[in-house]
């Protein structure tokens, strides 16, 4: 089960753009919009977060660690791990 976004993050997320906090689409854009406005967050946020790369991934990991396997079922349950762009997370290497 994937919980709440943190209320720091949610009220820094919601400035551009409205988000439930409640769904894994949300969830996901505000991951990937935070990433790429990194610079325009604010002191208090970007030192709960840490540092792009490393601390970054670890924050989000560390709050909702099983958004990659979320996500993975996601894709497979609606049967899109086919597409294009999900193809190649799902392929066998061997």
């Given amino acids: 089960m994937i919980t709440r976004q943190p209320i720091v993050i949610s009220r820094f997320v919601g400035k551009q753009r409205k988000y439930s906090g409640d769904r894994l689409l949300d969830l996901l854009r505000a991951l990937r919009n935070k990433k790429n406005h990194y610079e325009d967050m604010s002191d208090e946020v970007k030192r709960r977060v840490g540092p ?7 924050y989000w990991t560390s709050k909702f660690p099983r958004l990659l396997m979320a996500c993975y079922d996601a894709i497979h349950d609606c049967g899109v791990e086919g597409n294009d762009r999900f193809r190649g997370y799902f392929e066998s290497s061997s």
């Fill in 52 to 58: 792009l790369a490393g601390g970054y991934l670890n």
